[in-house]
């Protein structure tokens, strides 16, 4: 079953995680210096916030994979959808290693599709480009020529970010 995805830049790590756990009932999940998360059920829900982005507010949304079969049919959704996709393997970011396909929809709102598999210690992979203060945990999709996934969100990824 997959899981809804929303992170959001705010300015204020410690009022943000007072106001989401009282709203949601319930602590975070992971909670670090620079990033908190809850994963919740009802609603089910992957609501992280950080302290990461340029400007406070939604940085992107997302659908968050239980395998790589649920990740491969989401790939070929945004293939139907027409959209660009950009795939990520092995990706390391907010303390998490994934396997991420990346598109835009028609008003600009990025949009993650990931399965996550592993944890880690790092908010950014040690070489990533985006390990920059102020840089979002995503590639640049609007400096991708439009191309098609094929269904696999496993291959190299087609931008220098993330």
């Known amino acids: 079953m997959k899981r809804f995805h929303v992170h959001l830049n705010v300015d ?14 319930s602590e975070p999940t992971v909670s670090k210096p620079d990033y908190a998360k809850w994963m919740l059920e009802d609603p089910r829900v ?8 340029s400007t406070p507010g939604i940085d992107h949304l997302g659908i ?11 790939g070929r959704r945004i293939d139907v959808a027409g959209s660009t996709s950009v795939p990520e393997a092995a990706a390391v970011c907010c303390y998490v290693k994934s396997e991420k396909v990346w598109t835009e929809d028609p008003h600009g709102m990025r949009w993650e599709t990931f399965h996550s598999h592993g944890e880690s210690t790092t908010y ?8 920059t203060e102020g840089a979002a945990c995503r590639p640049e999709i609007s400096a991708v020529a439009p191309a098609k996934s094929q269904g696999d969100p ?7 970010c993330c």
Not at 64 to 74: I, K, S, T, V, W
């Open 64 to 74: 968050q994979a239980d395998d790589e079969g649920e990740l491969r049919e989401l």
């Open 124 to 131: 950014y992979a040690g070489d990533s480009a985006c390990a």
């Open 46 to 53: 992957n609501f992280a916030i950080s302290t990461k982005g």
């Open 12 to 25: 204020d790590l410690s009022a943000n995680i007072r106001f989401y756990s009282a709203l949601f009932a």
């Open 154 to 160: 496993c291959c190299e990824p087609r931008s220098g």
